[in-house]
């Protein structure tokens, strides 16, 4: 369970740092808002709720590990409301992962 969660944050870290990296010119920034993160979110909920089932730590990981970006970004709390949309697209992807992707033992 430690492992699979310490992957999970690397694995987040790692969408920070290369959204802060495309979100350096105009259009990439609206793409990787809108576009990339969303999906990226989704996958990784998925995966990690096939594997782990629903952890909100990791929910609540995301929303912490955005502050950073946003402040480096912005440097103020405006864009802070997409780490809960983040959030719940990946809460919803761990829901989904678990619920439908699970195999069922007989």
Known sequence: MLKNRVIAIIL?????????????????????LFIINPIA???????????QGFDWLI???????????????????????????YAVIMGLGMVIGNKFLKKKEV
């Open 12 to 32: 987040l870290v790692g969408l920070y740092l290369m959204f802060s990296h495309v979100a350096e010119s105009y259009v990439g920034f609206y793409v990787a």
């Open 59 to 85: 929910l609540g990981l995301v929303i912490v590990l955005f502050i950073p970006v946003s402040l480096y970004l912005f440097a103020g709390w405006g864009i802070i409301s997409f780490a809960g949309i």
């Open 41 to 51: 979110f989704l996958i990784g909920g998925l995966l990690y709720g096939k594997v």
